[in-house]
Each structure stands twice: as structure tokens, then as C-alpha cells.
């Protein structure tokens, strides 16, 4: 089959079945091209080295559940370091899964919020009790943290515009969605020390979801896409008002420096 063949046999599939349009523009390939076209990040986000940062870094990782679609461990260190190192007060959070990244947080900060769908609608799209009634198990009861519900494409933010030390997006991860929520994300930081994490920037420490970093870059105000960057061996982006000795990603790089890792396994 040439080439024209394979195109008119593509067209023909799509006009069939319309949903696999989403496919081909969510192609890693293809977010890659736009993020170069249109802003230019050709190896991705600029990179922090995570010990430039923090000079010693030193964060324990509790509660973590060491279960599925968990945060790397690491990613939680850097919540509650950042949380530190910001003197963070109040916290947004958007998406919360068991809950472990708000309340390891919630450790160093007096006032965290965490937005999630209800669980109505988390059981309408998984069809799984079990897993809907799972979200915030480790939060909940966590006096520091307010629990809202809602849809962050549609949700009402107007009354919290302005209110946050630093906020978390860990969302749905489709592009139309890390966009609205980085647009929301800038809206309601509370001045220009205020920070944002993404999660899963990357797919792992190493590779970039190209998908991700297009819709952040694209709902980023054109002002702010200087200063948001990726920390080295984790899966986050953020964005800090500084500007820092950055680097770029090498994919399999020689390590440099080592981490050291406890495990201690607690009863809940």
C-alpha cells in the first residue's frame, strides 16, 4: 500500500469514526511539532537540577501507599520541600486521588484545598464503587484540608481568584484539560512570589509527555512561559518566579548524584 493509499484509507477511517481524529492530534509526535512551532521548546522545559534547588534536600514521603496510579515518591518530596522553601500558607490542589499528595503537604502547610469531581461522576466514567469511594481515603479527615467537588472545566473558581501560595494541577491529562486548568492554575496564585507544580510533565524522570507540556505552555499568559521549568528526576513542572541555572534533559544521562531511600511500612 503506497502512500496515497494509506492517506485515503486514514480519511476514510476517521469520516467513519470520528473519535479517532482525537488520536492522531494527540500523538506525542505530533504535540511535539506544535510545541516547536509555536513556542519554540525544542528539548522541552529548561531543567533545575533538584540540588541546585535545595542544597539538602531531605523530605520524608508519609502517608504513600505504594499502590496503583501512586505519585513517584519523590514528586511528594518535592510538594512538601517547595511548600518549605515558599513559606506556603494555602494550598489548591486539582485532582486528588487517595490523597497522599495533600496530606503530606498538609504536614507543612495551615491550609490546603483540593478540588475533585463527585463521586457520582467518578462512578458514572469508571463504572468502579470501589475506586470512586478510594479518592481522598488519606485526606479526609485531615482538619487542615477543605475537600470541594466539582469539574475544573466548568467549576466555578471565581471565589478563590488570587487566594494561593502555590497550586497543584493533577487533573484529567488530556490536552483541553491541562490547558483550562493552568489558565485557572495562574488565576488563582496570590501574588508574584506564588508558585505551581504540575504532575506528570513528564512520563518519567526522562521523557517528556509533549501532550502535557503543549497545553501548560498554551495556557501559560505568554509573560509567565519563561519561568516555568522542570525539576530534574522527578515528573513535575513548575513555574517559580526566579530565574535559575538551568540545563537541558539528556535522556540517559550519567548520574551525577544519588538519592537515599527508607521504606517503613505502617498500618492505617
Known amino acids: 500500500m503506497n502512500k496515497l493509499q494509506k492517506f485515503a484509507k486514514a480519511i476514510g477511517l476517521i469520516c467513519r ?67 518549605r522553601k515558599y513559606q506556603v500558607q494555602n494550598y489548591f490542589e486539582i485532582g486528588t486521588w487517595r490523597g497522599e499528595s495533600v496530606a503530606n503537604v498538609a504536614d507543612v502547610v495551615p491550609h490546603c484545598v483540593t478540588l475533585n469531581l ?22 479526609k479527615c485531615l482538619n487542615n484540608v477543605q475537600q470541594i467537588f ?36 495562574f488565576r488563582l496564585l496570590k501574588d508574584d512570589k506564588s508558585i505551581i507544580v504540575w504532575h506528570d510533565y513528564a512520563l518519567d524522570p526522562e521523557t517528556i509527555r509533549w501532550n502535557v507540556l503543549s497545553a501548560i505552555l498554551d495556557g501559560a499568559p505568554a509573560e509567565k512561559r519563561g519561568h516555568i521549568y522542570h525539576i530534574s528526576n522527578t515528573l513535575c513542572a513548575v513555574y517559580l518566579p526566579e530565574s535559575f541555572e538551568t540545563k537541558k534533559l539528556v535522556p540517559y544521562e550519567t548520574p551525577a548524584k544519588y538519592f537515599e531511600v527508607n521504606i517503613h511500612a505502617h498500618s492505617c
Open 17 to 83: 469514526h470520528p473519535y479517532l481524529l482525537n488520536l492522531v492530534l494527540q500523538d506525542e509526535d505530533t504535540s511535539k511539532e506544535e510545541v516547536i512551532r509555536r513556542h519554540g521548546f525544542a528539548d522541552g522545559l529548561p531543567v533545575i537540577e533538584i540540588n541546585q534547588l535545595f542544597p539538602d534536600f531531605n523530605e520524608t514521603a508519609t502517608p504513600y501507599a505504594y499502590l496503583s496510579g501512586a505519585t513517584m515518591p519523590i514528586d511528594i518530596a518535592l510538594l512538601k520541600a517547595l511548600a
Open 118 to 139: 463527585p463521586l457520582k461522576d467518578i462512578v458514572e466514567l469508571t463504572h468502579n464503587q470501589d475506586y470512586a469511594d478510594l479518592h481522598c481515603f488519606f485526606s
Open 150 to 185: 466539582g469539574n475544573s472545566l466548568d467549576f466555578d473558581f471565581s471565589k478563590h481568584f488570587g487566594r494561593y501560595d502555590m497550586v497543584f494541577v493533577d487533573g484529567d491529562h488530556h490536552y483541553e484539560a491541562v490547558k483550562k486548568d493552568t489558565q485557572t492554575a
